[in-house]
């Protein structure tokens, strides 16, 4: 019976070097190229931050050319549209602004926080990976869809409870902002939680702790850093919401502390004047890029606030 062998490939020593060249040289090509597109992928990003940047500040003084800054950040009324007095006091927006965003505050950390301590110290594997991708599609609806839910659900529920609740109102967006930023809250509170080392949680446990107290007294202080900086983020997320608090909110700056009564806040004013009724030039154009550069401070401030918070309160183990 005759059998027949695959005859195997000789190589000589002479043609693995060849080849171990052609390698080698591929790779070197690789390692040349892909550190300079990462490069200039980065620049891209610098020059895309400071052509934001160039165009909010140049813009912006030419709104302070005519309006004095000391009148925008010290009055009390906002009445751009008004053609025979325009009065352009940035506190009306920003009053209209810190109520949604408390608001949202309110129903986010709170939920946020719960729902991170459970996945981090009760929920099973198998009850995780349900619960993590039901938050990530809070995430992932679009601002538009919570404006609508927030206009014509939230509000008439609301107002059963609440009847002087008027149809546009700070009270419904807040909720409904406070409802989409649960995941941020949720997934960074988690990770800080996470990355507590599990040995602290078994020390406390083998002293006769509860798993609340445990989650209370050791994993919530370990984590202290990342979950504040989660609560200054979704805080910033909150600030420059824009389409729940135009569709929702309404458009009459005020700088009542009332919650039923219609409100205007920074973004949602940026988008009206957006729209194409004002007029190219106009002092109530430019008015949109000094607001828009207040509110990039406001946000950028937040930012360096959960930075230090980051860095003053952070656990090494």
Not at 143 to 162: E, N, R, S
Not at 268 to 276: E, F, P, R, T
Request: hydrophobic share 50%; aromatic share 10%.
């Amino acid at each position: 019976m005759a059998t027949f062998e695959k005859e195997q490939p000789t190589y000589s020593v002479q043609d693995l070097i060849k080849e171990n060249k052609k390698k080698q040289s591929t790779t070197r090509v690789v390692e040349k190229i892909v550190p300079k597109v990462l490069l200039v992928t980065a620049i891209i990003s610098v020059l895309t931050t400071i052509g934001i940047l160039f165009t909010l500040i140049s813009e912006s003084v030419t709104f302070f050319q005519k309006i004095p800054f000391i009148e925008f950040i010290t009055s009390t009324d906002w009445t751009p549209f008004n053609s025979s007095d325009p009065q352009f006091g940035i506190y009306p927006l920003l009053m209209g602004t810190l109520k949604v965003t408390i608001v949202a505050m309110i129903v986010a950390i709170p939920t946020g926080l719960a729902c991170a301590i459970y996945l981090s110290e009760y929920a099973s594997d198998k009850t995780r990976r349900i619960i993590k991708p039901i938050l990530e599609v809070l995430a992932g609806i679009p601002t538009i869809v919570y404006g609508f839910f927030a206009l014509t659900f939230v509000t008439p529920l609301l107002q059963d409870f609440i009847p002087s609740l008027g149809i546009f109102n700070a009270l419904s967006p807040g909720i409904v902002v406070g409802i989409m930023i649960i995941p941020m809250v949720a997934s960074l509170s988690e990770d800080a939680m996470t990355a507590v080392p599990k040995a602290l949680r078994e020390g406390a446990l083998g002293l006769g702790s509860t798993k609340f107290e445990v989650a209370w007294k050791i994993v919530i202080p370990a984590a202290l850093s990342g979950i504040i900086s989660s609560f200054v983020l979704a805080f910033s997320r909150a600030i420059g919401e824009t389409m729940i608090v135009s569709v929702a909110g309404g458009a009459t700056p005020s700088m009542s502390l009332d919650l039923t009564q219609s409100i205007q806040t920074m973004t949602a004013y940026i988008v009206q004047v957006s729209g194409g009724d004002i007029s190219h030039g106009s002092i109530t154009y430019y008015s949109i890029y000094a607001v828009g550069m207040a509110l990039f401070v406001f946000t950028l401030l937040m930012n360096l606030l959960a930075q230090y918070i980051s860095r003053r309160f952070r656990e090494e183990y």
